[in-house]
């Protein structure tokens, strides 16, 4: 089903690439250029394929994103800036 | 005046929300900044969306749509909808998982941590402080012009009728415009440069008193202040403009009188069309969207977003682009000094076609728009400054709580300084300047791409692949003559024809090579490394 998805977000990528109502004025219900009308339907029709992703494509080994710094994280501050900071990696030879 | 009055009342609306949310802080480092990482899937769906969604999607678009018609749609929104939502998805929740592992707050530390390169910090941190100033002058230049443009007077023959002020209340230099330097004059109006600064003196005091909850809180309540006023403006416009007794009669009405060409994308290159798709990947490196991405309550708060995100934009794109092209129809005059700025195109049209109370409150929504991105920027600003420098040089026991907050705040409003000093100058168009910036940050994303999914990847790799990002954009930038030449592209010949791409193509590509080819032939990353960020998952834990 992952696969599909991906084929159906590279699909939404290619649409967007429409050549077919470049030049066209025609207006759709009279007032909607169609060119708009079409990208406009292309968001639609991409919020279709997130919630397809979402529903069938969530990563399953996300981390459960627990921090292994607690003891870091939970420091105070009374006015809200970080004593936060990863370590320094060391043996930087750039 | 009545237009005046309501959006100083929105002002001091949002300062007492920023109040509000001051008052819930838990004096934690990871409630300041990341607001502990307690935001849920609605108020992320709003925060991120009005991040996104700055003065570019609401000024920008309509003056864009004035110049050139629909095409900007499909160039910025659809391809946005597709793009954004994907880095949300391959990217926003992998880094939030490993913020949240690691206890990230700033996109350096991840790097310095996955490229084993402290030094990478150094060379990263001026280039995305330096690649925000652009975006921040977007929203500072578009406010300044929005409350110039609907407290100005009519002009008469060259004279100004009904002023807001009468001549004399400003300094001369600011009301009449000096060469070079403040060069438009506010025709009756709050000046330009007045209105920007009071902007951002209310964005920072909200953001300097209710950190990443008041930024949140701010962030949600303007979006869908925007999207609700931007409807009723349309609709309000459409009215007038169509004067027809129905809604969809004002609609057909209208667009029988738009130019045919602003109906097409006939002005376009198709190549230069495809190559704008590459513009909105600039999302995955926003250090401002990066801290947004840290405060999720979990990884499903990051399900909604992805999915509504593409409808948000419409939303707001499809009526911004209607009203741009109808500026262009002949059933509005739209006088010489606003067909020169597009940027004031979408205030003109609120101010001539809705009531002084209506016009107030959709002004007041244009500048929700924009003050909700410059408030993650001004946050985002002083979080990279503290921690990626100051704490991570100075060590955390050096400097005093007292002494942390004083630098952080006096780095943000150093920055803000520099970016009002800019916007004095000859305004550019914000589209243009949108997209340098937004440029300059997609031609990173093979970069932090790589970070997350490459294992090859390498430090050497890294620097390569910044360093070409950045070269070819500062070269670029500098031969379209500082945005200043706004159809620049690139081009090259190809059997005997001329093609013309956006210039993050040569971008984008330069650094994805640089990138590739650097880190095939040095050394990899540790062992010890790519066991932290690409753990083997049959290994017991």
Redesign the interface.
């Known amino acids: 089903m992952s696969r599909v998805i991906w084929i159906l977000?590279l699909l939404?990528?290619i649409l967007?690439?429409?050549?077919w109502?470049?030049?066209?004025?025609h207006?759709v219900?009279?007032?909607?250029?169609v060119?708009?009308f079409y990208?406009?339907c292309?968001?639609?029709a991409?919020?279709i394929v997130?919630?397809l992703?979402?529903r069938y494509a969530?990563?399953g080994?996300?981390?459960s994103?627990?921090?292994?710094?607690l003891e870091?994280?939970?420091?105070?501050?009374?006015?809200?800036?970080?004593?936060?900071?990863?370590?320094?990696?060391s043996?930087?030879?750039? | 005046m009545t237009q005046l009055w309501i959006i100083g009342g929105y002002l001091a609306l949002l300062l007492l929300l920023g109040l509000f949310a001051s008052r819930l802080f838990r004096g934690t480092t990871e409630d300041y900044m990341l607001a502990s990482h307690s935001i849920g899937p609605f108020l992320l769906l709003m925060s991120l969306f009005g991040t996104t969604m700055t003065a570019f999607a609401l000024v920008g678009s309509t003056g864009q749509a004035f110049k050139s018609g629909i095409g900007v749609y499909g160039m910025l929104a659809s391809s946005s909808g597709i793009i954004h939502s994907l880095c949300f998805f391959v990217l926003g929740i992998r880094l939030w998982s490993l913020g949240r592992k690691h206890g990230y707050t700033t996109q350096i530390q991840f790097f310095r941590d996955r490229l084993e390169s402290d030094r990478l910090g150094l060379l990263l941190f001026p280039i995305l402080v330096g690649l925000v100033i652009p975006y921040l002058l977007i929203g500072v230049m578009a406010s300044g012009s929005v409350i110039n443009g609907v407290t100005q007077g009519r002009m008469v023959d060259g004279e100004v009728v009904d002023p807001t002020f009468p001549e004399g209340t400003f300094p001369a230099f600011l009301e009449q415009g000096t060469r070079g330097f403040a060069v438009d004059g506010s025709k009756g109006g709050v000046p330009r440069q007045l209105a920007s600064l009071v902007i951002c003196g209310v964005v920072l005091i909200y953001v300097f008193i209710g950190g990443m909850r008041g930024t949140a809180w701010a962030n949600a309540f303007q979006t869908i202040v925007f999207m609700v006023l931007g409807v009723v403006a349309f609709i309000v416009i459409a009215g007038k403009l169509g004067g027809q007794d129905s809604f969809l009669a004002n609609l057909q009405a209208i667009a029988q009188h738009v130019p045919r060409e602003k109906l097409t994308r006939v002005g376009i290159s198709k190549l230069q069309f495809a190559t704008y798709l590459l513009v909105p990947l600039s999302v995955g490196m926003f250090p401002h969207l990066f801290q947004h991405w840290l405060t999720a309550r979990s990884a499903n708060s990051f399900k909604l977003p992805v999915v509504l995100h593409p409808v948000f934009i419409m939303i707001v794109w499809v009526p911004c682009v209607l009203i741009g092209v109808w500026a262009t129809s002949d059933l509005i005059q739209l006088p010489p000094p606003v067909r020169a700025n597009p940027n004031i195109v979408l205030p003109f049209m609120v101010k001539r076609l809705a009531g002084p109370v209506l016009s107030g409150l959709l002004s007041a929504g244009i500048l929700a728009a924009i003050m909700s991105s410059l408030d993650s920027q001004f946050l985002c600003l002083g979080t990279l400054f503290t921690e990626d420098m100051v704490v991570h040089y100075g060590g955390k026991d050096r400097f005093t709580d007292r002494q942390v907050v004083l630098m952080a705040r006096s780095f943000i409003v150093a920055i803000v300084a520099l970016t009002y000093f800019f916007s004095l100058f000859d305004p550019r168009g914000v589209f243009t300047l949108g997209v340098w910036c937004f440029s300059g940050f997609a031609s990173l994303f093979p970069l932090v791409f790589a970070a997350v999914y490459w294992k090859r990847l390498t430090k050497v790799g890294s620097y390569a692949s910044v360093l070409a990002a950045i070269g070819t954009w500062c070269y670029l930038f500098y031969q379209s003559n500082f945005a200043a030449q706004e159809s620049f592209t690139v081009h090259f010949d190809l059997g005997g024809s001329t093609y013309h791409v956006m210039p993050v193509l040569a971008m984008f590509v330069n650094a994805l090579v640089a990138l590739v080819v650097v880190s095939l032939i040095t050394r990899p990353p540790s062992d010890e490394t790519l066991q932290k960020f690409f753990p083997d998952p049959s290994a017991p834990s």
């Open positions: 977000i939404l990528i967007h690439q429409d050549n109502f470049w030049a066209d004025p207006l219900f009279g007032f909607m250029p060119g708009l990208h406009a292309l968001s639609v991409a919020a997130w919630w992703a979402i969530w990563p080994d996300l981390d994103g627990e921090p292994e710094r870091v994280s939970r420091q105070k501050r009374t006015a809200g800036l970080s004593e936060t900071h990863p370590s320094t990696p043996g930087d030879m750039a």
